[in-house]
């Protein structure tokens, strides 16, 4: 059964930088898989924020992240990050790491296969 564990979360001033970090475990590899980051905002729907294909590293981002937060991935600690930076308060929310078991990079919530806990990201202004 595959588990990730988010971390990373906390409190920032606006224009700070965090990084997530997501721990994948229970296979040997994520290479066949996209992975993704989602942010849940309160009394909002989650939402797509980036996208990263485990094998060739290809990413895509939403317009309101793109410029700001990198996602890559480490291979062999099958560890997926977020490095956030310039962050603003409209970026509070509880941030979420899935895994999608197709390799393509999907936008929406339904194509994923696997989340994590979550982590809380805030940002003061």
């Known amino acids: 059964q595959v588990q990730l564990v988010e971390s990373g979360g906390g409190l920032v001033q606006a224009g700070g930088s965090l990084r997530l970090s997501c721990a994948a475990s229970g296979r040997s590899t994520f290479s066949n898989y996209a992975m993704g980051w989602f942010r849940q905002a309160p009394g909002k729907e989650r939402e797509f924020e980036a996208g990263i294909r485990w094998t060739s590293g290809r990413t895509i981002y939403a317009d309101s992240v793109k410029g700001r937060f990198t996602i890559s991935r480490v291979n062999a600690k099958n560890a997926v990050y977020l490095q956030m930076n310039k962050l603003k308060p409209e970026d509070t929310a509880v941030y979420y790491c899935?895994?999608?078991?197709?390799?393509?990079?999907?936008?929406?919530?339904?194509?994923?296969?696997?989340w994590g806990q979550g982590t809380q990201v805030t940002v003061s202004s």
């Open positions: 899935a895994a999608d078991r197709s390799p393509v990079i999907d936008t929406l919530v339904v194509a994923y296969d696997y």
